[in-house]
């Protein structure tokens, strides 16, 4: 009974973190939000408590620790990264006495006067001479004990006031680094429909393995101002996971909403994965998409580029926000198989939005660009010829698109085909091209200064 007594007593006035509820929420430019609510039993008055449940790239000045008990205050926080090894062990343990042991069995005692990544100085205790011991020789280095301002991992240390002894609810919340998550879009072409599935992948390099935790994803480009970090702990391999889900349930499932100026994904379940870890999960069900494949020729450019395009809406099966990443096409061949035909990335991209990938250059289309009959009209304006050459090497008939990007005190006086003009001053010529032929056109603008 003594002994049960005791140990109540002591778990009394230990200070210990019990699991509580987490909220992780990631941003594009490697950038987190941490929260967690967990429990701290405390004894009467000050007392210190070392929290190092924290990520290596936390940003300390982000830290905001707080607790609804009355009575309760933070009466001072230190971040500890001033982590254990042997150069900052021997940096403190300089003027302290060590012994060190050769590969050949000397040992060697004394006051540690200097350290390097080549020699120690060590001097004697009696009659002051100082041996200089190479560190390619030194087999092991004794000290009498770690110094106490050292961690192994960082640490926030918090000076705390309990009005009295028992359980004290805190709420932790900061940001960091090392957290990171991108959009990889795999979609099946068909000429008419583009298939499109979607997968989030994010990666955990932050030092913190992350348990039963809420996540939130934001899409969107938020402003933060850029400084140093302060790495702690050694690199370890990386892990890949699609699984880890819960056990319980459907798949998991991400909901959409508009949040500030951004867009905002929220997890119906909880998640957990491990530091360097990677976890991919499903962003959208499958979207079959109603597009339209295009051939485009920018003048003055060296190829013909292939592209499927589309608009971001609901009446083309789709209709939703689009966080940038990652486009991978593939198109089924005669056998069934499905083989990869290009690759291409996007923006941030909202509804309504018109989404281009580019899947390569067009093998058996040819264009090319001419300049000619350039000529001075005044002193402020001159005027020249654009001839465009389109050649079709297929068996096909095809409609190419070319663009023709002037400036905004360029304009198109003359034209054997009848452009489409922006309010980007970008001209677009439609241009039927049958299998085997060529089309030349011409157009001429006036630029004035």
């Known amino acids: 009974m003594p002994k049960r007594v005791f140990l109540a007593a002591l778990l009394m006035f230990i200070a210990l973190a019990l699991r509580g509820e987490n909220w992780l929420t990631i941003y594009n430019e490697d950038l987190s939000l941490v929260r967690s609510s967990f429990e701290l039993n405390l004894m009467t008055g000050r007392q210190d408590y070392n929290f190092d449940d924290i990520p290596h790239r936390i940003m300390p000045a982000s830290v905001i620790v707080s607790s609804q008990a009355e009575g309760f205050q933070v009466a001072e926080q230190n971040y500890e990264y001033d982590l254990a090894g042997k150069v900052e062990i021997l940096r403190k343990y300089l003027n302290s006495e060590v012994e060190i042991t050769t590969k050949d069995g000397s040992r060697i005692r004394g006051i540690l006067k200097f350290s390097d990544y080549s020699s120690y100085g060590i001097q004697d205790d009696y009659d002051g001479r100082l041996y200089l011991v190479s560190a390619a020789e030194t087999q092991m280095i004794q000290l009498a004990s770690l110094p106490e301002n050292f961690y192994t991992r960082p640490t926030l240390r918090w000076s705390l006031i309990a009005p009295q002894a028992g359980k004290y609810p805190l709420q932790l919340s900061y940001l960091t680094g090392g957290l990171s998550w991108d959009v990889t879009y795999n979609g099946v072409w068909n000429d008419s429909t583009l298939a499109l599935n979607s997968w989030v992948t994010i990666k955990n390099t932050s030092g913190k393995t992350f348990e039963d935790t809420n996540l939130k994803l934001i899409a969107g480009d938020v402003n933060v101002v850029k400084q140093l970090h302060i790495r702690g702990g050694r690199a370890n391999e990386i892990n890949y996971s699609i699984d880890g889900m819960s056990a319980t349930g459907g798949a ?7 949040f500030h100026d951004y867009h905002m994904y929220s997890l119906d379940q909880k998640l957990s994965f491990a530091n360097n870890q990677t976890k991919q999960l499903a962003l959208y069900p499958r979207m079959d998409i109603k597009a339209e494949g295009i051939y485009e020729y920018p003048t003055w450019s060296g190829a013909v580029n292939s592209i499927i395009q589309f608009k971001n809406t609901e009446a083309n099966g789709i209709g939703k926000p689009l966080p940038k990443g990652s486009l991978k096409i ?18 941030h991209t909202g509804r309504n939005e018109e989404v281009k990938i580019t899947t ?6 040819v264009a090319s660009t001419l300049s000619k009959d350039q000529t001075n009209v005044s002193k402020k304006a001159t005027e020249r010829t654009v001839q465009v050459t389109l050649r079709n090497n297929s068996s096909q008939t095809r409609i190419i698109r070319v663009v023709h990007q002037m400036s905004g005190n360029t304009r198109i006086i003359q034209h054997d085909l009848t452009p489409e003009i922006d309010s980007d001053n970008k001209a677009t010529f439609s241009v039927e091209v049958k299998a085997d032929a060529q089309v030349i056109f011409s157009f001429r603008e006036r630029s004035e200064s």
Do not use: C, M
């Not at 998991?252 to 508009?258: D, G, M, T, Y």
């Open 330 to 347: 593939y198109r089924e061949d005669t056998d069934g198989n499905l083989e990869f035909i290009g690759e291409d990335s996007i923006d």
């Open 252 to 258: 998991p499932s991400f909901a959409e909403k508009s």
């Open 360 to 365: 390569g250059k067009a093998f058996d289309l």
